[in-house]
């Protein structure tokens, strides 16, 4: 009856220092996403992708400015974690790439149609 006791405290204790010990964080997968740019005017950044629709990006990236200088239909490229599946869908950026100007014309018309539908109104 000892050795039962002895052998169910020590699962105990080792129970308690697993429990307690710190866990390393999980590898987190970054993608990135390729579209234009629109601004909503009450302050709404989106990205229009080709793949991915329209997509309300939120600063994660520690850059204060980082949308600074963009204007409606540039070509950008961020880097962001998760896209969360919503419409319009949202997600926080970490990374943004100016890649090239463009106008108000490139952006995808249907897009925009929709996203008028629901409320929003772009510069």
């Not at 204790?13 to 866990?23: P, R």
């Not at 590898?27 to 991915?52: C, N, P, Q, V």
């Not at 925009?112 to 629901?118: F, K, V």
Request: proline share 3%; charged share 30%.
């Amino acid at each position: 009856m000892n050795k039962i006791r002895m052998v169910l405290l020590n699962l105990l204790f080792l129970l308690i220092a697993v429990g307690c010990s710190e866990q390393p964080e999980p590898d987190i997968k970054r993608g990135t996403i390729e579209g234009r740019y629109a601004k909503d005017l009450s302050g709404d950044h989106f990205i229009m992708s080709e793949e991915d629709g329209a997509i309300i990006m939120s600063n994660h990236s520690g850059e204060d400015g980082i949308f600074d200088g963009l204007s409606s239909g540039d070509l950008i490229h961020i880097t962001v974690e998760v896209i969360l599946e919503s419409y319009p869908a949202k997600t926080s950026i970490y990374e943004l790439e100016f890649v090239e100007e463009g106008t108000e014309e490139d952006l995808p018309q249907d897009e925009l149609d929709t996203l008028h539908e629901l409320g929003w109104t772009f510069e």
